[in-house]
Structures are given as structure tokens and as C-alpha cells.
């Protein structure tokens, strides 16, 4: 079985849920309509957690849910549109383990180019990048993309490019976009897997377990099992009228929550959304109240399904980023002494999701860092280098119903809301599967020219439109569809 499986240790206790503001990577808003989409994005490993506040409800924004949430989605159509049920969607980071401590990189040997060949993000062939570097007990952080700005704007960060009207933005006219990093504190080793540790070991240790254990006790402590998802542990209660109740998840899990509308004829109960879920609040629907129940279960934050996969060659080929020139120092951190490919993969388990991939050579081991992963690679006239990812397998995507010519969509050929996907802009279909790839949750991809929609809800229908290609990750079982079933796999 080529399983590559990803373990981690677990803590005894649970850890309390922390909870900050996203940050705003790029919009875009329609042209001659009131309708708005914010990209958002979640620092140090946290999560995005997302609700709607629907037409019906009172003129509520996302701030009154409280200071840590943000819209990403807006239509201002509830009144004259009579399809449109959603008038906001709010979301704010949620992560199990406070954010590090961070401080502000140095920066030095500032350089600006007016060329394709040094600026092949820029329409215009014009950017700038900068040194950053970090004081001793500090590491850079991954790249941060931030559209329509020349500057981070977020304090102990600072830029390392400035591209001037990026390819990478979204919006009726192409924005400049800056990449930004912080240095973060040194934590130590991770305690979930030490840098000797193999694949080969994780796969022995998994193997004894089944599929509906929760935790594996080994000798070197309990161990996630394959479970994407658990049931919350209920903590507390706060009644008034509605009750509210405080859920944990174990260490490696976060929050999943599905809301039930007021509105609902024949409402559903949480045992009828699906296994796992326990009821987190409830109300009366009375006036003011938007959902009648608040239900969540505990879904991992790294895949049972995730995977390795070459980049390249194998024993020819070094990683690289959007193309073969691109090899930022920013993008990557090397280990030396390092003698077998097998190390150099768990040490970059040890720092996953941020850690997106490896290059490899006797001695040397590159941890890739950029958040869009690894897309490109480059064969060198020297051989030993192995370039390899790892998260959401691009090559576990195969087409739905035949893939060219159809779009993706949730569980009808015409369920197709926002909140199932998230935009990031992409040149091929190849840098959108790597995009699938590096993301934090894949469930499948849909791409047209310059678009690619990473999809974080289950692609179960599609519906024919030119131009488009749908794609599903598919590690064991061929999923059910509506439409076409015979024709999944042509």
C-alpha cells in the first residue's frame, strides 16, 4: 500500500481554543453590481471558521459577532435579487496553541528590476525584493501575500518583494502585491517526531491500528489514528433562554461547525448532519435569532490522506517555485547533515503545514516553506538532488465525469456557494493542482484560464460549462455523483 501516513503525539489534556483576526490577502467586487469577495488568510497554523448572516436577519455586520471576525464574502442584492439568502459571510482564525512570539526581520540589499526575466510576476516586468533576515533564536516565517498594497501593513512584519501590477491579484485591474515575513521564535524540537525518525517507522506504527480507534497508545505515547474526524469533548454549559456549550478538540483537530437555520421547515438535528457532531448552541427562533442549532465535530488539521509525491526526477531535479528561475532563499531553510531522503521527510513532518515540501541531497536537506508549495522544478546538469511535496497529492486528483467541459459543485449540479471553495489565481491547471497540493484542505479543484477554485467542501455533483475542468481528490473510493456517475474515471 503507498500510503505515506502522517502521525502526531498527542498531549494528555486538551488545550483551549485561541482566536484572532484573519488577515485580508486580496478582493474583488463586481463591476456595476454590490457584490464583494475577501480572501482571507490564518497566520501561525490557525484555521479559518466561518458563519453567513442571512437577508432575513437584522442589519448585523460581521463585527457584531466580536473583534476577531471578518467578512468574505458580501452582497448587498437581498432586496431586489430574490435568489440571494446570504447578505454576509463572517469568518475569524481559530487554533488550539497560542501564536509564537514574533519579532521584526532585519532588512538589507534592497534591489528593483524593470525586467520580465527579474519580475516574471509583474505585467510590467517591475519589482523590487529585499534581504530579510532574522537574530539569532528566530526563523523567517512563510510568505505572506497581501494584494493592492506596497507595504505589509501588520507590525514585525516586513517586505521581501514588491511585485507592481502582479499577475497573482485578483480585481478588474491587476494590484501590486507585496510578500511579507516575520521572524518567529525558536521552539525547539517538535515533540511529535524526532529528526531520525522514518517514514517507514510511522507506517509500522499505524499499521496495527484500525479505523475507528480515536488514538493508537504506543510506547512513545497515544498516537492519531487514521479518523479524520472525532466527537468534541463538551466542557460547559451557559443557558439563558439559548444555551451555549464550550467544546474541545483533541491536539491536531479543530472545530467543524454547520449551522441549522431558523428558517428550516423540517430542521435537521446534529446527528442528522452527519457522525461526529454534537451540538455546540441552540435557540428558540425568536426575533433576532439567525440559526436554530450550531453543530460541530472535530476534523483534522492534517489529512489522513495526505502523501509524497516527486517533483521532477527523482535524483534529478531541485524544487522550485511559480518557474525554474524561481528560488527564493525565502522559501526554504537547510538542514545539513543529513544523510537519507527518509530524515529529511520526517523533518518536515515535524514542522507541518508549514513545511510544504523537500529538496534533498546527500547531506542537505531543504524544508520548503512557500505557501503556494512547490510548483516548478528544474533538472541540473549535477545528479543526487530529489525534489519531493507533500500534503494533498496532485496525483490523487482524477477528473470528474471525464473533467474537461464540467464544473465542480457540492451535493446538486447547482449548489455552488462560496463558502465550498476558496479562489487563488493560477496560470495552467498543473500549478492549480499544485496549489491543491499545498492548501490546508483539498477536496478537489475546478480551473479556468487564470482561476483556480481550491474546493474545502466534498465535490459531489457537476454541471457541464465550457472552459472549465473539474477535479476530485480520490485516494481509495470513487466517490458518488449525481450526474454521470459511470463516466467518473474516463
Known amino acids: 500500500m503507498a500510503r505515506s501516513l502522517l502521525l502526531q503525539l498527542l498531549p494528555l489534556a486538551t488545550l483551549a481554543d485561541f482566536h484572532v483576526l484573519p488577515v485580508e490577502t486580496d478582493s474583488y467586487c463586481a463591476r456595476g453590481y454590490a457584490i464583494c469577495r475577501y480572501s482571507l488568510t490564518c497566520l501561525y497554523g490557525y484555521s479559518l471558521e466561518c458563519k453567513g448572516i442571512s437577508c432575513d436577519a437584522p442589519e448585523e455586520t ?72 532574522c537574530p539569532a533564536g528566530y526563523t523567517l516565517s512563510e510568505s505572506l501575500d497581501l494584494c ?63 479505523l475507528t480507534s480515536t488514538l493508537i497508545t504506543t510506547t512513545e505515547g497515544p498516537v492519531v489514528a487514521l479518523t479524520d474526524y472525532a466527537s468534541p469533548t463538551k466542557v460547559g454549559e451557559e443557558c439563558d433562554g439559548p444555551c451555549a456549550y464550550s467544546l474541545t478538540c483533541p491536539d491536531g483537530y479543530g472545530l467543524d461547525c454547520h449551522d441549522v437555520a431558523c ?8 446527528d442528522a448532519i452527519g457522525i461526529y457532531y454534537e451540538l455546540k ?32 526526477t527523482p535524483g534529478n531535479g531541485a524544487c522550485r517555485g511559480r518557474n525554474q528561475t524561481d528560488n527564493s532563499a525565502s522559501y526554504y531553510t537547510v538542514h545539513h547533515g543529513i544523510t537519507e531522503i527518509e530524515e529529511c521527510k520526517a523533518l518536515c513532518l515535524q514542522h507541518f503545514p508549514s513545511c510544504k515540501g523537500i529538496e534533498w541531497s546527500y547531506g542537505r536537506c531543504e524544508l520548503w516553506t512557500r505557501s503556494e508549495g512547490i ?82 467542501q466534498p465535490i459531489q455533483a457537476t454541471t457541464s460549462l465550457d472552459g472549465f475542468s473539474c477535479f476530485v481528490y480520490n485516494y481509495q473510493d470513487v466517490p458518488v455523483f449525481t450526474e454521470k456517475p459511470s463516466t467518473l474515471i474516463p
Open 148 to 210: 493592492g498594497r506596497t507595504d505589509c501593513g501588520l507590525e514585525h512584519y516586513a517586505v521581501s518583494q514588491l511585485n507592481y501590477m502582479s499577475m497573482s491579484c485578483g480585481g478588474i485591474f491587476p494590484g501590486d502585491q507585496v510578500q511579507c515575513h516575520t521572524c518567529m521564535k525558536d521552539e525547539g524540537p517538535a515533540s511529535s517526531v524526532t529528526a531520525t525518525t522514518t517514514l517507514a517507522h510511522l507506517t509500522a506504527i499505524i499499521s496495527t491500528a484500525t
Open 62 to 133: 460581521c463585527e457584531d459577532f466580536g473583534p476577531t471576525w471578518r467578512k468574505t464574502d458580501w452582497n448587498g442584492h437581498c432586496d431586489d435579487w430574490d435568489d440571494v439568502e446570504r447578505r454576509y459571510e463572517c469568518c475569524e482564525c481559530v487554533g488550539s496553541v497560542a501564536a509564537p512570539e514574533i519579532t521584526s526581520p532585519s532588512t538589507s540589499a534592497v534591489n528593483c528590476h524593470d525586467s520580465w526575466d527579474e519580475c516574471p510576476d509583474s505585467y510590467d516586468g517591475s519589482c523590487c525584493s529585499t534581504r530579510l533576515s
Open 263 to 270: 428558517g428550516e421547515e423540517e430542521p435537521k438535528t446534529c
Open 375 to 456: 510548483f516548478a522544478h528544474v533538472e541540473l546538469e549535477t545528479s543526487g538532488f530529489s525534489c519531493m511535496r507533500f500534503g494533498w497529492a496532485a496525483k490523487h486528483l482524477m477528473p470528474v465525469d471525464g473533467g474537461t467541459g464540467r464544473a465542480c459543485r457540492g451535493s446538486t449540479p447547482t449548489d455552488n456557494r462560496a463558502s465550498y471553495f476558496v479562489v487563488v489565481p493560477t496560470r495552467s491547471l498543473e500549478e492549480c493542482r499544485a496549489r491543491c497540493t499545498a492548501a490546508p484542505l483539498c477536496y478537489g479543484i475546478e480551473f479556468s484560464l487564470g482561476r483556480c477554485e481550491i474546493w474545502v
Open 281 to 312: 448552541s441552540w435557540s428558540h427562533c425568536q426575533l433576532g435569532d439567525v440559526n436554530r442549532y450550531e453543530c460541530c465535530r472535530c476534523a483534522r488539521s492534517v489529512p489522513s490522506g495526505a502523501d509524497w509525491e516527486f517533483v521532477g
